[in-house]
């Protein structure tokens, strides 16, 4: 392979996220495990320690690090290969058909990147469930409990205060998250560490209600590729502002070598949905479509090292009709092209009756079930329909059955739904499906506005993700109209990083609020730089100041623009704190001020 | 006055919004009275007759209407000149401060539109409350129960199901709105119509928890103001993209006449915080302020026809200490002027000793009150503490006596709020102000996006909307950190539609969901221009789309971007409805589908 092939890496966007700086912490004891981090220096004057944030950006957002797409990541998990239970083997050969028949100089090379392959070898624990109900401790989940914990110290009166003053509607939030807790979660079926045992490259993740509400974003190819490193840019450019997980939805051309490229480059868990590339290599035909095609792409796909595969194996021939008065019948792409075999064979769907032999494959590499949605409502109007709460209590049976067979499993969630019926949605998920981690696109709130989707729908994720939603799937602002670009991605991952944080505060999370009083002490303070770099986006947040305030003395400026130096409010209230503390302790006035508010605060003095 | 002087208007945008046109209907027997609709007309292919749309966006969306903007809007309400317990004077003068004290060429001319002043003369009914208590039926409640109906039929019950449907937390949603319903909801203090007897180019608007929830978007002159109609054009701008109100919070020079020529020329309610100007008159020096200068100023305010003044006066004396431990103290530029002024006089605000002066102000022109949260918490550390609740206790207490006084009265909230909170601040207002309607900015649920406001407010005031406030202000992306420019605003405007109506459909609005189910009917259709049209924004739905597919043949292509022709979910399940309707037909397939889902779908068929 030439490495000057233009369709080569030139290169990805690296560097560290505003004044952020990255680093790396290893729980007590095992140096080998090191945890990311982004530690955000505050100016002097606060007199704060740097705030430490959840970093999924991987080290791309370290200063010195130079990326070499062509040998990929450093191993970010070097414990598997001793792990007893795997065996190394040799894989599957790559078909002409996995990359589209594509020959010569339009073919992509493979990323060179090599990595020796496991699989399970018997019945020995392989999958992190397998592990969990037997009682062990894997560094995955010592990894994402110190993860979580945001390195906080063990302050449990704190957190329970924090806990306490939130709802989480019946979800377990612990004080402080332990290895032994994420063990505990994950036996239980309620979380996931979506960890494909050939993703060496992977910074574990847990998924679950009980842990910070996490944040999926698609990626799929172009038309025309022109080079690797746009399509590894796609990835690295979600996850920088936020994507905790990608899901790869490209078809077409060249998929399975650039899945490659992307995996070995990946440090999030990446999905995938195999039956598209299934279709693929059948020329587009749903009623070519069978269970040995789809077989060997899932192994193809597990082999790369995909974390999790969305299977709509819930899309039944005996509810196609249910979907036959819609306003718009069925929308998941997924979703369709099942119910599209199941009712012109009129069969029952293969991925339902091979369910069993599909588990057996996804556990032998520790692929995790996201088990799809494929009727979900595309409109307001067909929201918790029949269709709808008939598949999701498929999904629940399928979920106990891939329990048994020792498979991690998420579900997947709507879609368009009203406010008033999001509630309802997510009950019906945990009960049906024992709490197994929903995974919720949206839901939009209203369908009247293209263009505005990512809004529409971070209303609804916010509100979803509060009331017990593991992990929000974006939207993007092109949404029913068009692709995404890079501005459109960058969006819709900062809208969902909003709607999973405002979630996490809403349920109480004890580490969530952190972020928010140091932003909002700096904004009482008038640190300018620091109010940019706490935000999500540092870069917009600099710009929009500087449309106004252009100037580098106006970032020590204590007022801004919209009020003007004469008529700040923070700065009336600066001088108000410090007349009314002066006041208090002279003459004891919050006492008369508790006392007149305790009378009623009655005494209207008329004119 | 030179009508060419070059601050003079040059224009205004005008022209229809996408392929809709402006209609005016009148209620039955009321040729007088015509209200505004746009009217969306569909392909012919659907079948469907044109979609009805609610649209405060004035005469500028005609397309025959050319805007004279120093002649004004013609009269809205041309009954006022008849309306008995109005007498005509002649109007305070216009003093050298109105306007800052600005002379020469850097004065703006003052808007030569002239009007009859017109005021209470007595004590016979005036206010659109005091007519409501009489028993009067005016024709701005027969104008707004006209609008709020959207040109429906009587079909009480489709609407009956639509409202069971929804979720209101106890509102009480008509099936049909009837002038008697609008004059009952202003009688008992629910609902006001905001209607200066001085305005009589305003389209009635009417703002109450049983009706649809409103829109205000805030605008603000500029530091240099190049022309009169670039000030003008950021009202019609905010309309033009669903504000129902526009609230002018400028400050500084040539403010009088700048609010002259917006009021002159505003279909829609013009709100002011007049406290605002009376600080400019006393140069800037809260302790200088005093009530003669306020007085002087609602005068003065009223008498040029402004709407609905922001009054703040539940900051009291008492309450100030009870924000000292605080992490964002008092962020309301209101609520700390008076703060300040309380403080260091250490005296109780004159604008709650003076409430019932005030009051006897407002009445004379009708100006209802927003009662100010000069409290309200600026992060979500401060959310629904004693100060903000001490205050909302006294904006109770002061609702009261405004109502005494005939006064109508809306009531102003947060804020920063995280979601769980939300529903206590609607609670606690609906009890503390006898449900009189409240108005809120956002609430923000998270305080970690600035750049990103709009998203972070907007998921907060769709909920809070639900819950049952009337009416949400408007945050654009540059809060915190600039002055929104001209798509700053256009964006804030349909984020804040869309939690509006997101909540109208939540509540169970029965008109609401009309426009979604049109939209999912263009959707499912491939409908293209349709989908465009019957969006919030036609343009930027229609820009998003020709990225990706810009031909014109598109417009009619059976597929978007997102799958191509050959994955389309909608094109697949457009046929599969077909066959499916088919097979039902011959083989009871849904019957069979029907009585699986009762046996409970368990039927898991292995390998």
């Known amino acids: 392979m030439n490495i000057h092939d233009k369709r080569l890496p030139a290169s990805v966007t690296t560097g560290p996220i505003g004044a952020s700086r990255k680093i790396y912490s290893a729980p007590q004891g095992r140096d080998d495990i090191r945890v990311p981090y982004r530690e955000i220096a505050l100016d002097a004057s606060s007199g704060e320690p740097p705030l430490r944030v959840y970093d999924p950006s991987g080290p791309y957002s370290c200063e010195s690090f130079t990326p070499d797409l062509s040998a990929g990541l450093p191993a970010a998990r070097p414990w598997l290969a001793a792990r007893t239970g795997l065996e190394s083997y040799?894989?599957?050969?790559?078909?002409?058909?996995?990359?589209?028949?594509?020959?010569?100089?339009?073919?992509?090379?493979?990323?060179?990147?090599e990595r020796q392959l496991y699989r399970a070898a018997g019945t020995a624990p392989v999958t992190q469930l397998e592990f969990a109900r037997a009682g062990v401790i894997t560094e995955e989940m010592i990894y994402v409990a110190h993860r979580e914990n945001l390195c906080r110290e063990r302050a449990f009166d704190a957190a329970k205060a924090r806990i306490a003053d939130g709802e989480s509607f019946g979800a377990s939030i612990p004080e402080f998250v332990t290895a032994e807790f994420v063990r505990d979660e994950i036996a239980r079926g309620r979380a996931i560490i979506p960890a494909n045992v050939n993703h060496p490259e992977l910074e574990p993740v847990v998924i679950g209600r009980n842990f910070l509400v996490k944040v999926n974003a698609n990626i799929g190819n172009s038309a025309v590729t022109s080079s690797v490193a746009e399509e590894v840019e796609k990835m690295v450019w979600a996850?920088?502002?936020?994507?905790?997980?990608?899901?790869?939805?490209?078809?077409?051309?060249?998929?399975?070598?650039?899945?490659?490229?992307?995996?070995?480059?990946?440090?999030?868990?990446?999905?995938?949905?195999?039956?598209?590339?299934?279709?693929?290599?059948?020329?587009?035909d749903a009623l070519k479509l069978d269970w040995e095609v789809f077989k060997d792409t899932l192994i193809e796909q597990a082999e790369q090292g995909v974390d999790y595969f969305t299977i709509h194996a819930g899309v039944r021939l005996a509810y196609v009709p249910l979907t036959a008065s819609r306003v718009t019948g069925i929308v998941s792409r997924g979703g369709s092209i099942m119910a599209r075999w199941c009712l012109s064979k009129h069969k029952e769907s293969f991925l339902y009756e091979r369910f069993d032999e599909i588990c057996d494959?996804?556990?032998?590499?520790?692929?995790?079930?996201?088990?799809?949605?494929?009727?979900?409502?595309?409109?307001?109007?067909?929201?918790?329909?029949?269709?709808?709460?008939?598949?999701?209590?498929?999904?629940?049976?399928?979920t106990k059955i891939a329990w048994d067979k020792g498979c991690q499993v998420m579900i997947e969630g709507p879609g368009h739904v009203p406010m008033h019926k999001i509630k309802a949605n997510m009950e019906k998920q945990l009960k049906a499906c024992g709490e197994a981690p929903f995974y919720t696109l949206g839901p939009l709130v209203t369908d009247i506005a293209p263009g505005y989707d990512h809004i529409t729908s971070g209303i609804g994720a916010a509100m979803i993700g509060w009331f017990g939603t593991a992990m929000l799937c974006y939207v993007t602002p092109k949404e029913h109209l068009g692709l995404p670009d890079r501005d459109d991605v960058k969006t819709g991952v900062i809208t969902y990083r909003i709607a999973a944080h405002a979630a996490d505060l809403a349920k109480g999370h004890p580490a969530a609020r952190e972020r928010d009083d140091a932003m909002s002490r700096a904004r009482f303070d008038f640190r300018w730089n620091d109010q940019f770099d706490i935000g999500l986006d540092p870069d917009t947040a600099r710009e929009f100041h500087d449309q106004t305030m252009p100037k580098e003395a106006h970032k020590l400026a204590h007022f801004c623009s919209m009020c003007g130096p004469k008529f700040c409010s923070m700065q009336i209230t600066r001088d108000l704190r410090e007349e009314a503390q002066a006041i208090e302790r002279e003459k004891g006035m919050a006492e008369k001020a508790e006392e007149f508010v305790e009378r009623g605060a009655q005494i209207y003095v008329r004119g």
């Open 239 to 284: 996850i920088r502002w936020g994507a905790d997980t990608v899901m790869d939805l490209s078809t077409g051309r060249n998929i399975h070598n650039i899945r490659d490229w992307i995996i070995r480059n990946a440090p999030v868990p990446i999905g995938t949905v195999p039956i598209y590339q299934a279709l693929e290599k059948v020329g587009g």
């Open 90 to 113: 040799q894989g599957r050969a790559v078909k002409p058909e996995d990359n589209g028949f594509v020959e010569g100089d339009r073919l992509v090379p493979p990323c060179p990147a």
């Open 361 to 398: 494959i996804m556990r032998r590499y520790d692929v995790s079930f996201s088990l799809g949605d494929g009727l979900r409502p595309g409109s307001n109007a067909d929201a918790n329909d029949a269709a709808q709460f008939a598949e999701l209590e498929t999904l629940g049976e399928l």
